[in-house]
């Protein structure tokens, strides 16, 4: 699914970080309330064709304007949107989903365009997705019948793919294999509904982030997008569900990162409905004398960021090398497993976190795995416990006392690092590698927090390791030549670092293998952040098979295929995925650094009134959202949030049945 972006965590406040949300867990009352939502952003909107696009920056906004088959409620459980129930067949491979009758589709003026949503517009977009070659394929490509071959070519007639409106208002999907977390699948814009006549009318405009070129089924209208200025939405008056959509508008002002202060200004001024506060800025003094119990922090989501390495670097005009044994001497380095595990445990992830959210929230958000240790479990208990323990059977010496769970650095150990510095020294200069090994590492210019942490990582790096042996080259580029060396390089080749933390992950379905598939070296999504192209749909030779071959990368390939061939015993499949996990680490292919959330910030958004959810892109919307008047207390937050896990775990026992009521 998401690709997200690490700018946001410490530049803006997106939804997902001022808390997920609970309806009726507040103290505030009805009269208390606004019906205006505003906040920041910092990288424009690209796209807006929902079944192509695998970008947060895309999704957190077009979610709101169309929506699919189910979605999350305020604990995380999914309930019926334009499905009003579903059945699963006994041998779970057929999903027959009945759909709500009367919805509307409008246009950006809001005007109704003159047909509902029907099931052929659930097919229509699934097609549609095939011929714009989205981004989110993966999602499903192995999962519906036939559609893998009508991805390949190898039929032209879409009517054998396993999706099929039986009438108007029942869809139904076959499945090549039973999938339990299917229903989560369908909270993807892959999967959203477009109006057939209406993508023959746009052609190859359809989708672009203008509000003209799509209609909408969703809560919001996009009513405005002018780029790094303002995103604005209005409110769908033929909304399905009106009684639950509390706002009438809704903008996003542009923020580059500069002056991180000048959100709480903002907030102040009563221009933004919540502001992230750094509490390393000078201004943060104004923040605790205006509001004393008014600072709160959000909880951690599902998204995991990390520190990614280039393994096959063919881009250098953000570099300070000079010469190409420099860059040579780097890659051998960098395909030299010693090498990565010194830069794994010399990395200080605590004071590096502590640049954005100060000492005592350095913690809090701080992972240590690609999926969330409590994603899911394995015989009861937490599935990172699995991941352990399987980590410390391939390598005692290095990860024997390693501690996965989240909200502390489970790796940082100079003296650890120092020892595989040495073991790497030694392995590479018999290569005839020269040090120091300088590591290019990319960093937004305006974003003075960004700056700050990447300073703290070269910092704790060359301490750790020596500046004798490792060089962190911070390289201050302008914004869109950042996003283009890291986060928007959609090939492996047009990546231009050495490492990386530009991006991260957040799952589109509720099972381990939609982390862990993602570097896939045949399909993964996210291979090309590692400098690697997916062989399965290169074009011509791949310039990457030598350093796949060289960090092994066919035996996670094998370990991906004997965890996804299990489908009838959940605990057996997490463990084999958990198999696949600790190979990740012990080879330390990325370093997971934090969680999205645990930031601090003011806010009047009510805690707890939106929805919730682990995965897929349908939590981030601002429907259920409520804004009060008033600045949230802490003490109104922890009531609220006390309410909320009572609520959710209550829920959680009768959650996703096989109908919905």
């Not at 959100?263 to 390393?280: I, M, T, W």
Request: charged letters at 25%; glycine letters at 8%.
């Amino acid at each position: 699914m998401k690709k997200v972006l690490a700018l946001l965590l410490v530049s803006a406040v997106m939804l997902g970080a001022c808390g997920s949300n609970a309806k009726g867990s507040s103290s505030s009352k009805k009269s208390d309330l606004v019906s205006e939502y505003s906040s920041v952003y910092v990288t424009d909107l690209e796209t807006l064709d929902y079944t192509f696009s695998s970008r947060k920056t895309n999704s957190d906004h077009y979610t709101n304007f169309v929506e699919g088959l189910l979605e999350n409620d305020q604990y995380g459980n999914l309930k019926g949107d334009m499905a009003k129930s579903w059945e699963v067949s006994d041998d779970g491979l057929t999903y027959t989903y009945h759909l709500r009758k009367g919805v509307p589709w409008v246009d950006s003026e809001g005007n109704e365009y003159g047909a509902d949503v029907t099931a052929n517009d659930f097919v229509t977009g699934l097609k549609h997705a095939v011929d714009v070659q989205s981004e989110t394929l993966y999602i499903v490509a192995d999962s519906i019948k036939g559609l893998s071959d009508y991805i390949d070519g190898k039929t032209n007639d879409f009517s054998t793919v396993g999706v099929k409106a039986v009438d108007d208002y029942t869809l139904q999907y076959t499945l090549n294999k039973p999938e339990p977390f299917w229903n989560s699948k369908t909270t993807y814009g892959i999967l959203y509904p477009i109006n057939e006549e209406f993508l023959k009318s746009k052609g190859k405009d359809f989708g672009k982030p203008t509000p003209d070129s799509i209609l909408y089924n969703g809560p919001f209208i996009l009513a405005n997008n002018t780029a790094k200025s303002v995103i604005e939405y209005t409110k769908n008056e033929s909304y399905w569900d009106p009684k639950n959509v509390h706002l009438d508008t809704v903008k996003w002002t542009y923020n580059d990162g500069s002056d991180p202060d000048g959100l709480f200004k903002s907030y102040e001024n009563g221009e933004l409905s919540l502001a992230r506060v750094y509490p390393n800025s000078p201004g943060y003094k104004d923040v605790t004398k205006a509001y004393p119990d008014g600072v709160t922090w959000s909880q951690t989501g599902g998204s995991t960021y990390n520190l990614t390495f280039n393994f096959n670097r063919g881009t250098f005009d953000a570099t300070s090398k000079t010469t190409d044994k420099e860059k040579e001497d780097t890659q051998k380095a960098i395909l030299d497993r010693n090498f990565r595990l010194a830069i794994l445990f010399g990395f200080d992830k605590k004071s590096y976190n502590a640049q954005s959210v100060g000492e005592e929230g350095a913690t809090k958000a701080l992972r240590n795995t690609l999926v969330p240790a409590d994603f899911v479990e394995i015989g009861g208990k937490p599935y990172g416990d699995t991941v352990a323990s399987k980590l410390k059977a391939l390598d005692s010496d290095a990860f024997g006392d390693v501690n996965l769970s989240d909200g502390q650095d489970g790796y940082y150990n100079a003296d650890k690092a120092k020892e595989y510095m040495e073991k790497a020294k030694t392995e590479l200069e018999a290569k005839g590698v020269q040090f120091p090994i300088h590591l290019d590492m990319p960093v937004e210019e305006t974003s003075e927090i960004s700056v700050n942490m990447v300073k703290s990582l070269k910092k704790s790096v060359e301490t750790s390791l020596g500046s004798d042996n490792v060089v962190v080259d911070v390289q201050l580029l302008n914004e869109d030549k950042y996003l283009a060396a890291t986060y928007q390089a959609t090939t492996g080749q047009a990546g231009d670092f050495d490492i990386t933390n530009a991006s991260g992950w957040g799952p589109d379905y509720t099972d381990p293998s939609s982390y862990l598939n993602i570097y896939d070296s045949r399909k993964g999504d996210m291979i090309h952040t590692l400098g690697l192209e997916a062989s399965a749909v290169v074009q011509g030779t791949d310039p990457s098979t030598a350093a796949k071959k060289a960090i092994n990368l066919s035996e996670y390939d094998a370990l991906l295929d004997k965890a996804a061939a299990i489908t009838d015993d959940l605990d057996a499949r997490y463990t084999a995925y958990a198999d696949a996990e600790a190979w990740l680490l012990d080879n330390a292919l990325q370093v997971p650094i934090y969680a999205d959330g645990g930031t601090p910030r003011v806010t009047n958004v009510v805690p707890f009134s939106g929805p919730y959810g682990w995965a897929g892109i349908a939590a981030n919307k601002l429907k259920y959202v409520e804004v009060q008047s008033d600045i949230v207390t802490t003490d109104q937050y922890d009531k609220a949030k006390k309410a909320w896990e009572t609520k959710k775990e209550e829920t959680a026992k009768e959650a996703e049945t096989t109908s919905s009521k």
